[in-house]
């Protein structure tokens, strides 16, 4: 079973539909890092958080540190927002080093 | 926000080439530096960790005689893929970190795509 698990791997939406994003770890973190990378290859950080919830325009990202989940959520989505969503821990097994899930790849269609 | 410059973005060489991939941090000192590689519909695998003015830490099926890596300055580190054979061509991507705590931001290139004939 690997460290970090995402849900949905595929997932296709309508442009201006609410988008969730699902993150689940099994290791004690002292992070969680969302990334966006784009079709050429190159990666985004979007978030880091420990706790809580962080929000960067249409993007919002939350975290339960009790029950080792993460969601990132995209409102009003886009098809520029189409790309695959990573989502990462740092600590756990691997300190310092990101371990990875396996990634949701993300296509919204006009 | 922090820009990390990757370079080239794209090699096509033949067999038994030898490769520099250069990784830069462009506005902030980058203590360590990580290298990952990516096969198509695959996630990144870490092959390397350097930190500044220290050899590399490779991981576990890495060889490090193959993949050689220098970070001799806080903004420079090199991935040289030494005799390159088509079972090495992939997506090549480098990711910065600053000082201080290790739960740090990475700040990520844009990555090489590395073809060998």
């Known amino acids: 079973k690997n460290e970090v698990e995402q849900s949905p791997q595929n997932l296709t939406a309508q442009e201006g539909e609410f988008i969730t994003i699902n993150c689940s770890y099994s290791v004690g973190i002292s992070a969680l890092h969302w990334l966006q990378q784009h079709p050429g290859g190159g990666i985004v950080s979007l978030f880091m958080l420990s706790s809580g919830k962080k929000k960067h325009g249409r993007l919002i990202a939350t975290i339960n540190i009790q029950e080792k989940h993460s969601s990132l959520h995209i409102t009003a989505s886009h098809p520029r927002d189409s790309a695959v969503y990573i989502c990462a821990v740092t600590g756990g097994t691997s300190y310092g080093k990101l371990t990875f899930g396996q990634g949701t790849i993300l296509t919204v269609h006009p | 926000g922090a820009v990390v410059s990757q370079h080239p973005s794209r090699v096509i060489c033949k067999s038994g080439t030898s490769v520099k991939i250069e990784c830069r941090s462009l506005?902030?000192?980058?203590?360590?530096m990580f290298w990952y590689r990516q096969f198509p519909k695959q996630s990144l695998m870490l092959m390397a960790t350097?930190?500044?003015?220290?050899?590399?830490?490779?991981e576990q099926g890495v060889e490090k005689d193959k993949f050689l890596i220098n970070h001799a300055s806080l903004t420079l580190s090199t991935l040289t893929v030494t005799s390159a054979h088509p079972e090495d061509s992939s997506f090549y991507i480098c990711?910065?970190?600053?000082?201080?705590?290790?739960?740090?931001?990475?700040?990520f290139g844009d990555g090489t795509r590395l073809s060998i004939l």
């Open positions: 506005d902030f000192q980058a203590t360590t």
């Open positions: 990711s910065a970190r600053g000082k201080g705590a290790s739960n740090q931001p990475q700040h």
């Open positions: 350097s930190n500044e003015g220290s050899k590399a830490t490779y």
